[in-house]
């Protein structure tokens, strides 16, 4: 497996890209909606603590990403109709800006109730707007809302991606898989059908 | 706290010796006074102070061995200007305003290192009673003076934030204590 992607398939980094931000978004995204579980205040406090540093650990990898997507590109698309293609291309615009826009929202959510910002115990970061009590309640409610547009836009990308392996039997789960080999392209071997 | 026999000899001494310097009475001004504290929470500094607290100051640069101050204060006038650490510290993890609604710090003595003048002291809070030393700078002004003092109190000897709350990598073990006190004397 290469680093960078070639035309069969992603390469080592963007897939490692891909599976560490799916795997920490949902999960600390999970447990931000669990956090009143918490049986003691200060249980909650590092709780809280964690989510943040979790949260800010998406937002340095989504931004590196970013950065690895412009410059690697990506395999071509698979042949499939007009619409499906760009409707592929809607919902990764989207999982790209929600893993930006989402712990964004959880900094400018906790720069608004005036909590300290660390990085695993180890740095702190700035507020990015003053306190503001007014703005508690609403910018909470962004945070969590953009969480659930988040799982409604993963129906699309998991649907799509299970369809097209399982029903159209393409490369299109396989070439993203940790350890999927491509098929081999139908047009080397000859109708697979 | 008043100590007669003290402020007695303090002025047989001043009428029998003119000149000789006498430690001074003075009242506070509270609207030009603050008793203040910075602690850290996750790595960060924030500052709290007490709004309700009395002081008794009796204070001579050149009178050391007759100068005392004796502070109360009420614990439960905390404000730090976050609304869930001033809903949490009245409570009985931290301050315990129920058992014991005020903290007492009086002096036992002032010395000198250097120029600098410390009030060693106890302060009593929390129930538990504790030496702690305070730096001193002392300042006269026409009608009266200005005093500022500092310190560390350590904030597990007296059992602020204990259990859960001992983590010092989350609420820092050490608590800087300042006051700065407009003084007229009396």
């Not at chain 1, 991606?161 to 491509?182: E, I, Q, S």
């Not at chain 2, 204070?59 to 502070?71: E, I, M, N």
């Not at chain 2, 600098?116 to 003076?145: E, H, M, N, W």
Request: without cysteine; aromatic residues 12%; glycine residues 8%.
């Amino acid at each position: 497996m290469t680093l960078r992607s070639t035309t069969d398939r992603w390469g080592a980094i963007a897939k490692a890209f891909h599976w560490t931000i799916a795997l920490a978004i949902l999960g600390n995204g999970v447990f931000g909606l669990l956090m009143d579980l918490s049986h003691s205040p200060m249980q909650k406090i590092n709780w809280l603590a964690l989510h943040k540093s979790i949260g800010l650990t998406v937002l340095a990898l989504a931004l590196l990403r970013l950065l690895w997507r412009w410059f690697d590109g990506r395999p071509p698309e698979e042949p499939a109709p007009r619409w499906q293609q760009w409707s592929a291309r809607a919902v990764h615009a989207f999982l790209y800006a929600l893993i930006v826009a989402i712990p964004l929202s959880g900094w400018w959510f906790n720069s608004v109730t005036g909590k300290p910002l660390q990085w695993f115990k180890q740095f702190n970061l700035p507020a990015l707007v003053p306190k503001d009590d007014t703005l508690r309640h609403f910018a909470h409610g962004v945070h969590e809302y953009l969480f659930w547009f988040l799982l409604l836009v993963l129906v699309a990308h998991v649907g799509a991606a299970l369809k097209h392996h399982v029903f159209d039997n393409d490369n299109v789960l396989r070439r993203m898989l940790p350890f999927g080999r491509p098929r081999p392209l139908p047009d080397t071997e000859g109708d697979r059908r | 706290m008043k100590r007669p026999v003290l402020s007695s000899v303090a002025l047989l001494l001043a009428l029998a010796f003119p000149g000789l310097a006498a430690a001074t009475d003075y009242t506070v001004q509270p609207a030009a006074s603050k008793l203040g504290f910075s602690g850290s929470f996750q790595g960060e500094t924030f500052n709290g102070n007490f709004d309700t607290w009395t002081a008794a100051i009796r204070y001579d640069p050149a009178d050391l061995a007759h100068a005392a101050f004796d502070v109360t204060v009420t614990l439960a006038s905390v404000k730090t200007g976050d609304s869930d650490r001033d809903s949490a510290l009245p409570g009985s993890d931290f301050f315990d305003v129920a058992k014991f609604p005020t903290a007492h710090f009086v002096t036992t003595g002032f010395r000198r290192n250097g120029a600098q003048v410390i009030a060693d002291g106890k302060l009593t809070l929390r129930g538990v009673t504790k030496p702690v030393s305070l730096d001193v700078t002392f300042q006269p002004a026409a009608q009266g003076a200005t005093l500022d003092v500092d310190g560390v109190v350590h904030r597990l000897d007296f059992g602020v934030g204990g259990g859960e709350y001992a983590d010092t990598s989350v609420i820092g073990a050490d608590v800087k204590v300042t006051a700065h006190l407009q003084l007229t004397a009396k």
